[in-house]
Each structure stands twice: as structure tokens, then as C-alpha cells.
């Protein structure tokens, strides 16, 4: 964390993304099978987008070759890649 309490941006390449991301949520067994390609194309024309209670935004983007939507989670700057998942719930 910063001294203003967010996360740690560190920058491209592939994308910025908190230290968090890159040290923890693409370590998780489960994601392994998202790149970083999967997650800028999600950037560039997401699907839908919704701004959370905590100003970060949600992001879908369908992934044809999982066949499976991804959720790309940023901070409130709407680039700072901060969670990745497949999303299950997601229904457009």
C-alpha cells in the first residue's frame, strides 16, 4: 500500500496492474489459464462495465476460446489492473 492507501501501481508492460495482481491473483491455480492478452482485450471492448460502491469498476469481456466470461477488476482510475477472474454469475 501507499501512503495514501492504494495499492502499489506498477507499470506496463503487459498493462498497469497493482502489485497485488501480479503477486497474488495470477499466482492462484485458477487463473493460470488467463493471459494477459485475455485481460487487454477485456480493457479494450468490454462487454459491460459497472462502476462499484468503491469506485473501482468491474469490467466482462467473453473469452470464445474458454468459452467463459472473464471480469477484469481496476481501480477508479480504469486501467490499474487489480483482480482477474472467470466470472460463473455473469449474465449479459
Known sequence: ????????????????????????VMLRQDRLRITAEMIQD???TPVH???QADGRY???????GLHRWLRVVTLDDGETVHIAF???RFEP
Open 1 to 24: 500500500m501507499t501512503v495514501a492507501g492504494e495499492p502499489v501501481r506498477l507499470p506496463p508492460p503487459p498493462f498497469w496492474r497493482t502489485a497485488y495482481f501480479a503477486n497474488e
Open 42 to 44: 477485456v480493457l479494450a
Open 49 to 51: 462495465t459497472q462502476r
Open 58 to 64: 468491474r469490467h466482462w469481456g467473453w473469452l470464445p
Open 86 to 88: 472467470l466470472d460463473r
